[in-house]
């Protein structure tokens, strides 16, 4: 895929799960009655005011990665229905649902991924090959065909459809077959002495997928949540351990996404794998990591994250005594320009020993 192309698209998929992340925070600081005085798409600066919707100023900003919300008094306790004078369990509602809203993006995105994979329909067989000169070939069955029942008896699987064939050699038999959704019926003589490899048909067998029913879908994305979020909790420790890699373990910045994104691409375009559905298997997948990795690392106790200002609540809510403002927006501040350089040695990294994805 063409280079400029890819790197609008992970530029187009970074800003919507920022979006979604900072769509969060806004819906809850809305539900708790906390006003907003802007939603911007982008980082500042501002490009142009799009408009004005229940007091809240929507932007468009420069910077094309993701979006931001200012609440009302967001630093300044002093200022009378802001952010900062709120009681804790708001400003925890408010820090809480920004990584909560991409934790729900990334298992929706796997419930998607999971139904589409499918699982194999045991009730059913489908034509994988067909053998040259068969008799098979020469009642014009395709690979992709499915066959549904012999002389109107339908199979049970696909031991049973051999069973019915093999009883019936030298016979004239119906198969019923679904193609491409149409349903007919042909006849067929199974030989009774085939070549060797071959089978009375001639033809290869398989179970065709089908979607995942939805309740397995939605356990299955919330097992693979669980073990991202258990894998990176235990991440340190392996670290330390030397059980793992530091190379493969490593944060990535927004170049280090770019050649993830870009090979996971590479991998759908390379690899015919067999799914319920036709989706970009490994490209879906690498999103909602990125959407999970953003929730986790939001969650760190970090100041400056949405971790941090989790944290500064814990002694308001425990202890009913709250950390001075001025203390936690000079620890914030501080801890926001750490992150700025932790972000430059991350992407300096991403070029000097870029990410590779195991195949």
């Known amino acids: 895929m063409n280079v400029v192309l890819l790197i609008l698209q992970v530029i187009f998929v970074i800003g919507v799960l920022i979006f979604f992340h900072e769509l969060g925070h806004f819906l809850a600081a809305r539900s708790v009655g906390v006003p907003i005085e802007e939603f911007g798409f982008g980082y500042p600066p501002r490009l142009v005011k799009l408009g004005e919707w229940q007091g809240t100023v929507i932007s468009l900003n420069w910077i094309p990665f993701g979006g931001f919300v200012r609440p009302k008094g967001e630093a300044d306790e002093t200022i009378e229905g802001g952010m900062a004078a709120a009681p804790a369990w708001k400003r925890l509602v408010i820090a809480l649902s920004g990584p909560v809203m991409n934790f729900l993006i990334g298992i929706l995105i796997l419930v998607l991924i999971y139904n589409s994979i499918g699982s194999p329909a045991s009730d059913q067989a489908m034509v994988t090959q067909v053998a040259p000169g068969s008799p098979a070939m020469d009642v014009g069955l395709q690979s992709g065909d499915i066959i549904l029942a012999v002389d109107n008896q339908e199979i049970e699987d696909i031991n049973h459809l051999i069973e019915m ?156 005594k709250r950390i001075p403002q001025e203390w936690e927006n000079a620890v914030n501040t501080v801890s926001f320009l750490l992150l700025i350089v932790l972000m430059v040695v991350i992407t300096v990294l991403d070029f000097t020993s870029p990410i590779v994805i195991p195949r």
Not at 202 to 231: C, D, M, Q, W
Not at 276 to 282: Q, T
């Open 165 to 320: 064939v093999n009883d019936n050699t030298g016979k004239e038999i119906s198969l019923i077959v679904e193609r491409e959704g149409a349903v007919s019926t042909v006849t067929i003589v199974p030989r009774e002495n085939p070549p060797e490899g071959q089978g009375a048909m001639g033809v290869g067998l398989s179970n065709p997928l089908k979607p995942t029913p939805i309740h397995k879908s939605i356990g299955y994305a919330f097992e693979a949540t669980g073990f991202i979020i258990r894998e990176t909790v235990l991440l340190p420790a392996r670290l330390i351990s030397g059980s793992i890699d530091p190379a493969l373990a490593r944060p990535v910045g927004y170049k280090g996404i770019y050649d993830i994104y870009s090979q996971a691409v590479e991998m759908d375009q390379e690899m015919d794998l067999p799914t319920a559905e036709p989706i970009p298997v490994f490209t879906l997948s690498i999103i909602a990591n990125i959407s999970l990795a953003l929730g986790i690392t939001n969650l760190l106790p970090i100041p400056a994250l949405d971790g941090g200002r989790i944290l500064f609540t814990l002694p308001e809510l425990i202890f009913g």
